[in-house]
Each structure stands twice: as C-alpha cells, then as structure tokens.
C-alpha cells in the first residue's frame, strides 16, 4: 500500500475543501475503499475522513418523503421504522447486501459508490479498462459468469454491486450533492450512474471534489414492494440476479408498476419495457412473462452469463406474482 495522509473532517464544507486536494479521498466506512487501497488498485495520497460529519439523520419531509443522510449506516437505514413500513424494498434490500458487521460499518453515501467486484479488476495482472483505461477487458473471453447482461460494451462488461441502489432506482430517489464552492444539487439517481461506453472508468456523474451529502426519497408509491435476490450462496454474496418491484393494483389489474434489475448492467438497470407491459393489464402470470420477455429482450449473454437471461425472467416472474398474485 502507498503510504497517504489522514484529516478527519469537522464539517462538510471543510470536508469537500480538503478533498480538492490533488490525489486526496474521501473516506467512510472504508469497507470497499481499504481493500482496493491494500491492492494498490486506488493510491490515494490523502485521505479525507467525513465518517463522523453530522450526515446520519433520517428525517421525514414535509411532502411525505424521507432524507436518508449520507452517513447513515446501511444497518440503522434497513432498521429504520419509516423505512420498514414505507419502503420495505429499500429495507429488504439492504438487509441482502454483504454481512451484518459490513452493513453497521458501510454508509449509504459509500454504498452509492463501491466499485464493481469483476475478479479481473481486482487482478492487477490482469488487463481492465476499468482500473487501467486502454489495457482491454478480461472478462470479454474470459471466464464472465457474474458478468452484465444488458448495458455493457466492447469496453466493460462489469455489473454494479449495489442492492441498495437498486431499490432506490424503484423509489425514484435523488442523490443530494455538495460541491467545493458550497453550492448543492441533486441528481436522480438513475441519471447518478453512467454506462461504460468508452470510459468504463467514469462511473458516475460526480463532479471532482463533490460529496454526497444525502439520499432523498419521494413519498412511498402505491402498491407493495419486493426486494428479491437471487445468489450463489445465502448470505454474504453479490446479485447473480436481483429484482426491485413495486406494483399498484385494483381489481385484478396492475395500474402501476415500477422493475429495477440489480446484477445484470453496469448500473440499476430500471426497466421501462417492463413496467409498460405490466401497466393497465391484468396481474396474470401471462402478463409477467411478457413483461419478462420485454425487459430482457436487448440483452446480450457474454457465454458463461448466459443463464442470468432466463434468470433475470423468471425472477422477475417470480417477484410480480408475490407484489401483484397471480391467476
Ligand atoms: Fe475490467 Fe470491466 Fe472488463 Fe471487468 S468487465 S475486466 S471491470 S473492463
């Protein structure tokens, strides 16, 4: 590891001034960032500490929505009585991600940014344009197993890690930003996430400097919702495939609905072909395989990624029939 200097930042004003530093980070809960550090992966020579800034409020908003701050942990997030009852996709999928001491050390701001667990970008011999741009891609005829589906390119074919992301992208929630000259915005979190294109290694729009400073969710859509995650093993692992749904129905026909997909594209995949086939039809098995054919319709298996096709399909299927039943 490169040796780097430390600051704990007092507030977020002075956080985002100290990280204009060149070569300088932020630094949460470290729990992705300090591997990638031990691997020489990220080399950052000074590290910004904003773990203890006054940014980990959940507060109610007068339109009925919630401010979920930045540094809240992923475990108070997920136990938060506001967002059991009112956004329990957001909770369930909090609750799958990683393991129960990495959810009480993680932030949301730092969940929003983990970097992909392709094994090849963790390989430092191996070529990745996403770590070393211009050095190729691995996993294109190599071994892509856990690889995306829908979304990806010539140059990366990475999926984000994320669950918590995923069921934010159902929510429609806003990533709250502060910039270096104090100024703030907010940007959906669907627009948050770039595709690789050419520059897999940019992957959202974040200024340089800029901080998140909270998560901001609309007032709970109508419906139930589903956090629903399909994985090699029962805790402690990444989305093979994953489904966000949240579905409003009346008499038998689904009046609204709103598909995100983790695990199969380099961001929170939302699926507009899927909420179209679903919305205004009857709530039947027939209408979520059509609404499953149409999610998956420009999706691209890699070989050994295949399978998550099919996966993604029937998970899909398989979460409409518990948000919407099924005749
Ligand atoms: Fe690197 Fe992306 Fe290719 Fe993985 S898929 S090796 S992260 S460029």
Redesign the pocket.
Known sequence: MKSFTYERATDAESAVAAVSKDGAKFISGGTNLLDLMKLDIEQPSHLVDISRLPLGDIEELPDGGLRIGAQAANSVVAADAWVRTRYPVLSEALVSGASGQLRNKASTGGNLLQR?R????YDTT??????DPGS?????G?F?RT??VLG?GD????THPSDMAVALTALDAEIELLDADRSVRRVAIDDFYRL?GDT?HIETVLRPGEMITAVVLPSPPPGRQRYRKVRDRASYEFALVSVAAVVSTDQGRIDEARVAFGGVAPKPWRSAEAEAALTCRPATMDTYRSAAEAAMRDAVGRGHNDFKIELARRTLCRTLAEVAGAS
């Not at 392709?118 to 970008?121: A, D, K, R, S």
């Not at 140059?155 to 990475?158: F, G, N, R, T, V």
């Open positions: 992909t392709c094994p090849y970008f191996a070529g990745c344009n996403k770590r190729g891609c691995s996993a294109i190599g892509n690889h995306a990806a140059s990366c074919i990475a690789p897999p």
